[in-house]
């Protein structure tokens, strides 16, 4: 994170950190550059990555966990009365 901050990253990935880390990774960070929370973030947990301090909050669950929904589409010809 350091190393990121002494690059020049516009914005650092928190990647699998429980809440406590985040929080003391926000503090180091203290603003020179976004913060973003990712992997492992739950609807039960979100809260926490929030409180934490970061700006950003990716939910790979909207996309890896979600289930199928089977929709179709029929087409019938309707004739006209005359």
Known sequence: M???LTAGADIILLDNMGPEKMKEAVRIIAGRALVEASGGI???NV???ADA????ISVGAL???VTALDISLDLH???AVK
């Open 2 to 4: 350091r190393e990121a």
């Open 42 to 44: 739950s609807e039960e």
């Open 47 to 49: 809260r926490a990555a």
């Open 53 to 56: 301090g970061v700006d950003l």
């Open 63 to 65: 996309t890896h966990s």
């Open 77 to 79: 010809e309707v004739k």
